[in-house]
């Protein structure tokens, strides 16, 4: 299996080599060059997350060294459980916040780094991974990387502009793990990245990569959960689930579009989107219009430039085909608050703002239809919004107040490219 990019403007790719890349040359994303036809009556237990994970991604590792090694990639990164909480007979939660950090990012996060750490095995010079972050995507990267071999990983994030503990999972680590309190704005932290990309004294002395949610080995994962839920569903209720997933960036459903791809039972795909509406837009005008973030109070979403939907664009490239593949809608932060609220009453239930931005649309736009919710994160990261509306505390996992506990290791600099290499 090759990797193209959306650009059609770089040579093909082996797998290997579009995860250490990250983008492709000219700027696109890489994407399968087609979606094989999976024969799913080889899997003996629909229940065993990993080996399903292993199983679909089988052919997307075709003719790389990391095929043979698949199991135990799928093992190792995902000793977590994924539950498929089914709460009433036809509506569900797929819970992937129970990860080391707490999101779904800890998915794509943990299965990168064990395909990255085999990729450089033999390699003499230590791999340094650069990423900016504006909350979770930086704890799930440095919780994923933490005290594996020939790895570093340099953190950025704005200083005083992430949760108290998003910042203790960013700055706990320590050892092979620096995390860098920039006296800026996340876009300050991000353009640092990007800048050190382009400078000889840097590259020169230092392999360096990125981990950001564009990275296909984030991607295909993602893809694996939608395969391994839908179908359990499936199983349950003789019914194909409407997907609802809470989206920002869209990584986490362009997952789903490729599940339905290669045979996932999926009815349809939903993106939930808050007050950052450029999708919606899209599906209503045709025209992409991206546009600046709007702050909201699922932060995790606050996305106004989706770079994933030129990954959904390229698979749909006819807009009626696209128009016809998914629907999107917005929800404000008042339905938000009142969604968590009204969950919490009537079921005992306690949804993070992200999720409860999927439980919305679920509720108004489909009531009745058979449905799996997509619940990204815990609750307990998202404490001072949630607690008020549920009116009490929000027990915390064992995974998160350990890392609560530990002690924080963090520079704080000047956006300046020098104070960190
Ligand atoms: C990142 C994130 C999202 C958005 O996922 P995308 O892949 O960017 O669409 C939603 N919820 C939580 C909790 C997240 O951390």
Known sequence: MKYISTRSNSPAASVSEAIQKGLADDGGLYVPENFPVIDWSGIKNWNDFPSVAAYALKPFFEGDPLQGELDEICKSAFNFPLPLDLVTDRVAFLEL??????????????????????????????????????????????????????IKVKVLFPKGRVSERQEKQLTCWGGNIEAYSVRGTFDDCQKLVKEAFTQSWITENTDLSSANSINI?????????????????????????????????????????????????????VLAVNANRPIP????TGKW?????????????????????????????????????????????????????????????????????GEFVRKRWFPDSFTIVVATAHPAKFETIVEPEIGQKVSVPTVLSDLLNRQSFVKEIDPDLHSFF
Not at 116 to 128: A, D, G, H, Q, S
Not at 329 to 353: A, H, R, Y
Request: positive net charge; proline residues 7%.
């Open 217 to 269: 080995a984030r991607l295909l994962p993602q893809m694996t959960y939608y395969v391994y839920a839908a179908n359990l569903y499936y199983r349950l209720t003789d019914e194909k689930p409407v997907v609802i997933i809470p989206s920002g960036n869209v990584g986490n459903s362009a997952g789903a579009f490729w599940a339905k791809q290669i045979g996932a039972p999926i009815k349809e795909i």
């Open 97 to 150: 916040f129970h990860g080391p950090t707490a999101a779904f990012k800890d998915v794509g996060a943990r299965f990168l780094s064990e395909c990255l750490v085999r990729i450089r095995k033999n390699n003499p010079r230590p791999l340094t991974i650069a990423v900016a972050t504006s909350g979770d995507t930086g704890g799930a990267v440095a919780a994923a990387f933490y005290n594996k071999p020939g």
């Open 281 to 284: 837009d899209f599906l209503e």
């Open 289 to 357: 219009e991206p546009r600046a973030s709007i702050q909201t109070l699922a932060n995790a979403m606050d996305v106004g430039n989706p770079s994933n939907m030129e990954r959904i664009r390229n698979l749909f490239p006819d807009f009626s085909e696209l128009k016809a593949a998914f629907t999107s809608f917005s929800v404000s932060d008042e339905e938000i608050k009142k969604t968590i609220k009204t969950t919490f009453v009537q079921s005992g239930m306690v949804l993070c703002p992200h999720t409860a931005v």
